[in-house]
């Protein structure tokens, strides 16, 4: 037997996060192995949406959704938080609107392995004995060796359930396949068992009560479901045990379900009405919210229990019953159940369908939807299906209100389509079997998982998926027109089945208003106007009819028909379309196939030996035939002028077929067909004739040739025969193969004659010599010869045998040769002389074999006298084997008639036996000697059985067997119907001193009687006793005599019973003189419940019973301080009152109760005197009252009072442990928490006083050991006390305590002053004012409110000096940063010095440290002399704006007045910097002197600058994006338009004034490849930079900035080029001599460039 199933979990792809953010999650709690969960919930989960950029969506590796497969619609694809896979929002259980806040975790992460809960499947199989074994564990663990009530049961499962009862780990075999482990009820295919009856067998197999027959009844709609659905339409059989549990769910589908009890304990249902499911469901959400949150589908897993008494709490009806053995159990649609098992059980249930649950199903399936469930079944094809097939008419209302649903769900869908714009559609492939359901599995929707049956969307994109209706928007990315719909029927032909079910209920339906009275007509946006789903439909049937009118045009049919696709999945307006669509369909294809044709015939006329395959004259005479009259095709004359000529070579054949011709003569028409390019039927068949005819020719010849030359095969003459009858020609051979047929036949005749009748050997001879020699080999022929041989072999067999026969004495060998002999002999078709002869001899052997065995075993007398009769017939009774044998039989009948004599007249046993004995001898069987023994036998058993009785018995270690009087009584008597004489003296003795015992016993139990009737105790309680305890002794004494007899006694067992009895009399009786316990009570009164109830019912157990009730009454009312409960004055007052009313005497608990009403009267005048003089009310007498009262009082107001005011004060004191003693680990009193809070205040408030720097008293601790003094605020500090608090180590020698040093720095607090000053675990100052206030009214004397409310003073004196203290710094806008660092170095001290904590304070230290940070970092750029950036000053800026620092601060100040010189200087530089020289050069150096005295750090634009200053060529420009040329030797460059260089750059190249040409040689240096471009890093003289105002006059030209310069090898003649000009020669020369020069310009340049 195998566990629960557990479902599969299947492999998907990994996608890489995007943006992922780790965070922890609370898991619910585990179940136990019920599993469980009422009310287990989750913590808290946040979820997170997930924000994913462009670039990462365009990856190729997209995240895919986990339920549809698909990377596709990344805009709505949330991932998991923890584990990053993705779901699209509208693929979730339940789909989700919107991206959820916070974090997100999906299902299989909520469930994990340490957080899941459910039932664990067992993957070892288990056998019954096993599963037997370990529910008796369960049992003997929950309940012991005692049986349980079932109400006993009930309360423990669910106390284990909700967790108050520990853990349980149980099996239950849940959901087994009947078709695979079998079934409790008969099958017709099982076997059948040999104990029981067939046709009992039969009618319980078609029994209608059978569960395997439920789903198929009549009325049922599943019948037409073909699929062996396991629980559906096959059975499920459960195993249970002991508290295995099946948890609140609905069946699949809302199925109707039935289950039976085979055998077992009983099994507990609970259910809930299927009209209140939607109540259930709101309750289950609402007690177990996180469980939903975290699985919204939580009760489709069948794993939550919740106990029926919460349901019913909130309103919701649960009902429950007790299912037995042998009853069965239903359960409605939508009726939520569950239960358990009171024990080892089997179970067997399947589920059905009738009519009326055809709505519900609807449900069922809209729930699989909502729920991305997979159904079990289609809904839509059921409804089809049993639409079709038809159903009772007490049915149709139900089905008639499903089928409008569905046609007007699927009209309504597909017109939405079409609006959209999905006008592709196809017709799904056809069932094979439309009328039952699952006979072909349909496409599931990758969103929801429903089964497409009726309709489907599928897009080229993804060819493996589909998509329902609803969720088309889903399926991919591309646009709707290249989706497509999938239909198996037209919303007509579903219309049609509507009215159909609608007719047959009765209603008169001519059209279909009622389906379409709320659908208005679609319509649709086409070229800036509406246009409606007809029109466009009109349109199309306009265009169609012209296109059917016209030549054929193989697009435009194309195109007309891919339009239609869609109209033809619509209504009854669309059938002129589909029947114009089938018109196009059909005359396109009656075209292609015209031409196809002609094709074909063209090519066999042009290649007749290479095609392989010519048209058929069929087809070509269906397509002339069916003449498609819209279209006009040319090729249509030419097909049908071959029509006429293959009809004229038809008739051809068809006559020289039928006049049977020559051979030769269809061989012609052979040739003439196969030459036709028409393949013709008839041609084959002429070509089969001829191969036939010339096959039967050669064979016929070949037989003849056998006559001539030998023997004839008779089959092969036969074979000819028969196939001569179907020759069609004309041939010679044919006369000749008749004739010797007939010859064969009359010889076959005369063969089967002989065959038919047995003839004699000597004559069968004499006709097989008279045909030797024939020619002809026939089967009798053979057959005969075979008969003859054979005989002739058997007689001469038998002829050897007998002549040695009487030499033998082997009979038994003899009589098996012989009857072998007979047998063969009779199988002989031929008769012989000898068999007669060989059956006489084969009986007397057979005799002769049967003395023998006689002689040597035993054998019955009339066996033996049957023998000797056999041997006298046959005339062998002289032969030696029978004459023994003869006197054998006379001993016997001797032996025989003496026993018989002797069991007629008795006689004793050992006479018995000695005749026994005497039958050793005769070897045969006496019938006698049977019935000697079994009265010897019985005997024998007699006397022993009287042992048991006549022996003493001993004590035995094992348990004793008690003997039986009423057996001895029958031991007595049965001597005298018995054939042997026995003796009954010793025996009788025995049964006399039975019956003196039983006689004793009975006067004991009247005189018991006697004094059980009494019916009044007394008023002393020691005579009854004693005459009890007297009776006890002999009752006592009575039973071990009765014992030590072994017999087993009634009168014994009421001994027993009223020893019991007494004695728990004589414990009742003895409460009377003391006062019991309250459990020896109890017990006592259990005790009465075991006692035999007869004796129970007595007046004297009566009167101790009563008398018990009151004793325990008594004993609950004594007030105790243990006692939870008080009990009340008047309870115990009545008590007393009614012991008046009680016979029995209970002296001494009667005193007590009248001293404990006394003891309380006297409490409760204290009380009174305390509450009445509240001057003398202290908080110390409140508590002493309570401390008496608990001792001594009953249930009163007066204890209430006092209870409820200490319980007020208890109170109050817990809120103050709530709120000082927030570390879980103080387990200090309240009072030591106050004085050390206190202790904190007194020592912050040393901080500002003078004689904590005198007295050198530590800042943290106030300690006066000696400490490390800070040079900046002269306080003390122990460096243990410090260590925690400074996270970076001090480099100076000095020391500096850690607040003045982070204070110093400027920088944030260090992480341990950041915990000191924040809350932590110290009390708010405003959480002890307002326990202050609450405890208004309080009793005096508590000491702990009056220090709370000299802290809280303190308190409030300290928050109001440090927040002046801080007010006055940070108001403060000087220049003196000191001014503000004392008064918050004091406030840091004495915040993390005090044991309070108030957030104002706090609040306010952070904004004046805030503050002080800002001015302490622009104060180090003012005096560090170190350069920032002008990133950091703007953010300096933008930082002192947010917190709100006065425009009149001097570092506000400071740093505007930075940021403004700073931005000014830049943008100059800016300009300077990219001006292609148009700026001064002494404008320049006055801009790189002003940034170089900035307070900012502008490197980068001062290095640009630089090297804008640098001056080239003879022009003395700086660089200007102009071509330039570098010399080889002194590294000057010079502008290509300067010195007329025109072309590519030369390879080589010096300037004139390193290296003049007079004559024509041209100038090549070469240049190694390796050396790079060079220029003048030099800048040229100082120069007094230009005014501000003339450097803004300065235009600036836009110019682009080159990187690198290259230069190639050009020959340049240089001598021409200075000749050109002298001037600029001359300029070059005086240049050259002085490299670099000032960066004003000159006007006599400007001509030259």
């Known amino acids: 037997m195998d566990a629960a199933e557990v479902s599969g979990v299947r492999s998907r792809k990994r996608r890489d996060a995007i943006n992922k953010k780790a965070i922890g999650m609370a898991s619910h709690g585990n179940s136990n192995g019920i599993t469980g969960k009422n009310a287990a919930s989750a913590g808290p989960r946040k979820r997170k949406s997930r924000k994913v950029d462009d670039a990462e969506t365009n990856k190729v590796d997209d995240q895919v959704c986990e339920q549809c497969d698909s990377g596709l619609h990344g805009d709505a694809m949330l991932l998991c938080d923890r584990c990053d896979k993705g779901w699209h929002l509208y693929c979730l259980s339940p789909p989700l609107e919107s991206v959820p806040p916070g974090n997100w975790y999906c299902s299989d992460c909520m469930n994990s392995d340490s957080d899941c809960f459910g039932f664990v499947e067992r993957r070892k199989t288990c056998l019954l004995d096993a599963f037997q074994r370990f529910d008796e564990k369960v049992k003997r663990r929950w309940f012991g060796q005692r049986r349980p009530s079932r109400v006993q049961v009930e309360k423990q499962f669910w106390e284990i359930v909700e967790g108050r009862a520990g853990e349980l780990e149980v099996m239950y075999g849940s959901d087994m396949d009947t078709s695979v482990y079998g079934s409790g009820f008969p099958r017709l295919g099982d076997p059948v068992p040999p104990s029981v009856d067939l046709e009992m067998w039969q009618k319980y197999c078609s029994s209608p009560w059978n569960l395997n027959n439920f789903p198929n009844l009549p009325g049922s709609v599943l019948r037409t479901v073909q699929d062996k659905i396991a629980g559906v339409m096959v059975p499920w059989l459960y195993i249970g045990m002991l508290f295995s549990s099946f948890c609140w769910h609905v069946e699949d589908h809302c199925f109707y379900s039935i289950n039976y009890l085979h055998w077992g304990e009983p099994k507990c249902w609970y259910g809930v009405p299927g009209a209140e499911a939607n109540a259930f469901e709101l309750v289950m959400r609402n007690t177990l919210p996180d469980l939903f949150d975290a699985q919204p589908d939580l009760l489709f897993h069948l794993v939550t229990m919740l106990n029926p008494s919460v349901l019913q709490a909130n309103g919701v009806p649960v009902y429950s019953v007790m299912q037995e053995p042998g009853n069965f159990v239903i359960t409605f649609p939508r009726s939520y159940h569950g239960g358990f098992n009171l024990g080892l059980n089997c179970a067997e249930a399947v589920n059905f369908a009738p009519a009326d649950w055809l709505p519900h199903g609807g449900i069922g399936a809209e729930l699989y939807r909502m729920y991305r469930k997979a159904p079990v079944l289609s809904h839509e094809e059921l409804l089809y299906v049993v639409a079709k097939n038809g159903v009772r008419s007490e049915s149709l209302s139900y089905l008639k209100g499903e089928i409008e649903r569905l046609f007007l769900k699927e009209k309504k869908c597909r017109e939405e389509l079409w609006t959209n714009g999905i006008v592709k559609s196809s017709l799904m492939p056809a069932r094979s079997n439309p009328n039952y359901i699952g006979s072909e599995e349909d496409p599931m929707c990758v969103i929801c998982r429903q089964y497409l049956y009726l309709s489907a969307v599928s897009c080229n994109c993804r060819p493996s ?36 079910v609608k007719a047959l209920s009765g209603e008169n339906v001519k059209q279909r208003p009622f389906l379409l009275n709320d659908i208005p007509a679609p319509s649709k946006k086409v070229k800036d106007r509406y246009i409606s789903y007809a029109q466009l439909a009109e349109d199309w049937l306009s265009e169609s009819d012209r296109i059917l009118h016209m030549p054929f045009l193989d697009t435009a049919y194309s195109t007309a028909l891919e339009a239609s696709g869609q109209f033809l999945w619509g209504d009854h307006d669309m059938d002129s379309v589909r029947n114009m669509a089938l018109k196009l369909t059909e005359a396109k294809k009656w075209v292609l196939s015209v031409r196809n044709c002609i094709s074909r015939i063209d090519e066999f006329l042009l290649c007749k030996h290479k095609c392989s395959e010519k048209v058929k004259y069929v087809e070509i005479e269906k397509l002339v035939a069916i003449r498609c009259k819209s279209s006009c095709e040319p090729g249509l004359p030419q097909l049908q002028a071959y029509v006429e000529k293959g009809k004229m070579m038809i008739s051809e054949i068809n006559i020289a077929l039928s006049s049977r011709s020559t051979v030769e003569h269809l061989e012609t028409l052979y040739s003439r067909a196969s030459e036709f390019p028409i393949e013709l039927t008839e041609t084959s068949t002429l070509c089969c004739e001829i191969s036939f005819a010339k096959s039967w020719l050669k064979k016929t010849c070949d037989l003849l040739e056998q006559n001539r030359a030998g023997t004839i095969d008779i089959d092969l003459l036969n074979t000819l025969k028969l196939e001569m009858v179907q020759l069609r020609v004309v041939a010679p051979e044919i006369e000749l193969l008749s004739n010797l047929w007939k010859e064969a036949e009359s010889l076959r005749k005369r063969c089967q004659s002989y065959l038919q009748d047995s003839p004699v050997l000597k004559e069968l001879g004499s006709f097989l010599l008279a045909l030797d020699g024939t020619k002809f080999s026939i089967p009798e022929l053979n057959l005969l010869k075979q008969h003859y041989s054979g005989a002739c072999c058997w007689a001469s067999l038998v002829n050897g045998i007998l002549r040695k026969l009487f030499e033998r004495n082997d009979y038994h060998n003899i009589v098996e040769e012989l009857a072998g002999i007979v047998r063969d002999g009779k199988s002989l078709r031929v008769k012989v002389d000898e068999l007669p002869i060989v059956e006489k001899e084969l009986r007397r052997s057979f005799c002769r074999k049967q003395a023998c065995e006689a002689l040597a075993t035993q054998m019955s007398m009339d066996f033996i006298e049957e023998i000797l009769t056999q041997a006298s017939i046959l005339t062998i009774e002289e032969e030696l084997p029978f004459v023994d044998l003869s006197q054998l039989l006379k001993n016997a009948t001797a032996w025989e008639q003496k026993a018989r004599l002797m069991l007629e007249q008795s006689a004793s046993l050992s006479e018995f036996e000695d005749h026994i004995r005497c039958a050793e001898d005769i070897q045969a069987i006496l019938p006698s000697a049977q019935n000697m023994k079994a009265q010897i036998v019985v005997a024998r058993s007699w006397m022993d059985k009287c042992q048991a009785y006549l022996s003493p018995r001993c004590d035995e270690l094992g348990p004793v067997v008690l003997l039986k009087v009423d057996d001895l009584k029958d031991l007595i008597c049965r001597p005298a119907s018995m054939e042997v004489i026995l003796d009954t003296s010793a025996l009788n003795s025995v049964l006399s001193k039975v019956e003196k015992w039983e006689h004793n016993s009975l006067s004991l139990l009247i005189n018991l009687r006697t004094l059980l009737h009494l019916n009044v105790v007394g008023s002393t309680v020691d005579p009854l006793e004693r005459n009890l305890e007297e009776l006890q002794n002999k009752i006592s004494a009575a039973i071990e005599s009765g014992l030590s007899l072994g017999f087993e006694l009634k009168v014994l067992n009421e001994l027993k019973d009223c020893l019991l009895t007494v004695g728990w009399m004589l414990r009742a009786l003895s409460f009377c003189s003391r006062i019991p316990l309250l459990e020896d009570v109890d017990r006592a009164i259990e005790e009465a419940v075991n006692l035999p109830a007869s004796l129970l019912n007595c007046p004297l157990a009566t ?31 009545n008590i007393l009152a009614e012991h008046q ?176 000053i924040s809350k932590g675990n110290r009390p708010a100052l405003s959480a002890l004012t307002e326990l202050v206030s609450s405890a208004k009214g309080f009793y005096k004397g508590i000491e702990e409110l009056d220090l709370l409310e000299e802290i809280t003073k303190k308190g409030c004196d300290l928050k109001s000096y440090l927040m002046q203290i801080l007010h006055d710094a940070d108001s403060y806008d000087g220049e003196d940063l000191s001014v503000m660092c004392k008064p918050l170095v004091v406030a840091l001290k004495a915040t993390s010095a005090a044991g309070l904590y108030d957030q104002q304070i706090n609040n306010t230290i952070e904004v004046v440290l805030s503050r002080y940070s800002w001015k302490k970092h622009i104060h180090n750029i003012l005096c560090g002399g170190r350069q920032t950036s002008i990133q950091h000053v703007m953010r300096l800026d933008k930082e ?210």
């Open 1141 to 1316: 009313k009680i016979a029995v005497p209970y002296s001494i608990m009667t005193a007590e109760l009248e001293d404990a009403i006394s003891k309380h009267k006297s409490w409760t005048e204290q009380c009174h005197a305390f509450f009445m003089l509240p001057d003398y009310q202290s908080w110390a007498g409140l508590l002493r009252l309570r401390d008496r009262g608990q001792s001594v009082a009953f249930d009163c107001c007066e204890m209430d009072r006092v209870v409820l005011d200490i319980k007020k004060i208890d109170g109050w004191f817990n809120q103050c442990r709530c709120t000082l003693s927030a570390d879980v680990n103080d387990n200090g009193s309240l009072l030591s928490i106050l004085q050390k809070i206190s202790r904190s205040l007194d020592n912050a408030s040393m901080l500002y006083a003078e004689d904590c720097k005198k007295k050198e008293f530590c800042v943290i601790c106030s300690c006066d050991v000696v400490a490390s003094r800070c040079v900046i605020c002269q306080d003390w500090y122990h460096s243990s006390c410090v260590e925690s608090l400074l996270a970076s180590k001090q480099t100076t020698s000095e020391y500096i305590c850690p607040f003045c040093f982070s204070l110093e720095g400027g920088d944030p607090l260090e992480k341990g002053i950041q915990e000191r």
């Open 465 to 500: 998926s589909y998509v329902c209706l609803e969720h088309w928007k889903h399926l991919c990315e591309c646009s709707p027109e290249k989706h497509r719909l999938l239909y198996r029927h037209t919303l007509a032909e579903l219309g049609d089945l509507a009215c159909e």
């Open 1440 to 1649: 002192g704006s947010n917190l709100e620092i006065s425009g009149e601060d001097f570092f506000k100040l400071e740093i505007c007045k930075i940021k403004e010189t700073s931005q000014q200087w830049l943008a100059k530089a800016e300009k300077a910097a990219f001006d292609c020289g148009e700026l001064p050069l002494d404008l320049v150096y006055g801009l790189i002197t002003e940034g170089e005295n900035l307070s900012v750090d502008v490197e980068k634009e001062l290095k640009l600058l630089r090297d804008r200053s640098i001056l080239y060529c003879i022009c003395r420009k700086p660089y200007d994006n102009r071509a330039m040329i570098a010399c080889d030797q002194c590294d000057e460059w010079y502008h290509f338009d300067c010195i007329n260089v025109c072309g590519p750059p030369p390879e080589t190249f010096h300037c004139p004034a390193c290296r003049p040409n007079n004559g024509e040689v041209f100038i090549l240096l070469p240049r190694p490849a390796s050396e790079e471009d060079r220029a003048s890093i030099e800048a040229g003289p100082h120069t007094p930079p230009a005014s501000c105002d003339e450097l803004e006059t300065v235009e600036a030209n836009k110019c682009s900035n080159s990187n690198s310069r290259e230069k190639s090898q050009v020959r340049v003649d240089l001598v021409k080029l200075l000749r050109q000009d002298s001037e600029l020669d001359n300029m070059w020369r005086e240049n050259k001599k002085v490299l670099h020069r000032t960066a004003r310009r000159r006007s006599n340049f400007v001509g030259l460039l």
């Open 1103 to 1133: 009167l101790l019973m009563s008398g018990l009730s009151w004793l325990r009454k008594a004993l609950v009312l004594l007030p105790e301080s243990e006692k939870s409960v008080k009990p009340k004055l008047e309870n115990a007052e």
